[in-house]
């Protein structure tokens, strides 16, 4: 009931508390411009499929199959992708460095995110953020802002078994530069190669956030066990079978288009 009354209070609040306050430094606007410029003939080709703007906001793990839903989608009911991760890159290389802790880099990742949602969202195009949206404020933000253009907010759930996410990491590319989010990161990791740094801060950002997603038990030895979601979802799509996920997603696709 708690959880409930905080989520349909808490947008209001971020709206007259947050919103009004909240600007972006310099090099965060040079960030988002280059961000938008790389997106601009993806939000003037797109054609929607849905009766009405829709924005799609993922819950999901590192490794659950987020970024894979969301450009399957994309395709199926005509919507321009927003990558979080993407965005992190685009203000590592204006030199305002995203780091764990860092509320300021943490905002405006935020920021940008729902600036270019609110411009595709006015444009009448469909929205999917490549982005976790466990955090609460995170989530209610999102909410206080879509309502201005009323735009349908839905959310979906990504999971896997976790033995496929560990091997997805494993065996995903990492390169350190400054266009890799991970490879191009910073870790205390000493020696290895690019590809192990790589997935070592992928694990690192998993770890970080599993609390959010699982809780733990331990019955039977221990193990982790997939949190009640704190808000309504749409679908909740297992991708540890890519044939089975793919599927999923089309009939969620049918569902979203007949919103």
Same mark, same amino acid.
């Given at each position: 009931m708690f959880r409930r009354l905080t989520e349909a209070i808490l947008p209001f609040i971020m709206k007259v508390m947050v919103h009004r306050k909240e600007t972006l430094s310099a090099k965060a606007k040079k960030a988002q411009e280059a961000f938008i410029n790389k997106l601009q003939?993806?939000?003037?080709?797109?054609?929607?499929?849905?009766?009405?703007?829709?924005?799609i906001a993922f819950f999901g793990l590192v490794g659950s199959g987020k970024s894979s839903v969301a450009q399957e989608l994309a395709r199926q009911i005509g919507g321009v992708v927003i990558e979080g991760d993407a965005i992190r890159v685009e203000l590592r290389k204006v030199g305002e460095v995203y780091s764990y802790g860092e509320r300021r880099q943490y905002s405006y990742v935020r920021q940008i995110a729902e600036n270019v949602a609110l411009e595709i +969202?006015?444009? !009448? $195009?469909?929205?999917?953020?490549?982005?976790?949206?466990?955090?609460?404020?995170?989530?209610?933000?999102?909410?206080?802002?879509?309502t201005k253009v009323g735009a349908e907010l839905v959310f979906i759930r990504t999971h896997a078994d976790?033995?496929?996410?560990f091997g997805r990491m494993l065996s995903a590319s990492y390169r350190n530069s400054p266009d890799d989010f991970f490879?191009?990161?910073?870790?205390?990791?000493?020696?290895?190669?690019?590809?192990q740094r790589g997935a070592?801060?992928?694990?690192?950002?998993?770890?970080?956030?599993?609390?959010?997603?699982?809780?733990? +038990?331990?019955? !039977? $030895?221990g193990r982790w066990f997939l949190k009640s979601p704190p808000v309504r979802l749409l679908a909740n799509v297992d991708t540890t079978e890519p044939a089975k996920w793919k599927e999923e997603v089309k009939k969620l696709a049918q569902k979203l288009i007949n919103l």
């Open positions: 003939s993806e939000i003037g080709l797109v054609k929607r499929r849905t009766r009405k703007p829709t924005v +969202s006015k444009r !009448g $195009g469909n929205v999917i953020f490549d982005a976790d949206f466990a955090d609460m404020k995170k989530r209610a933000s999102l909410k206080a802002k879509i976790p033995e496929v996410m490879g191009g990161a910073k870790t205390t990791m000493k020696g290895g190669t690019e590809q070592v801060i992928k694990f690192r950002e998993m770890w970080r956030r599993t609390p959010h997603h699982y809780q733990w +038990s331990s019955i !039977g $030895g």
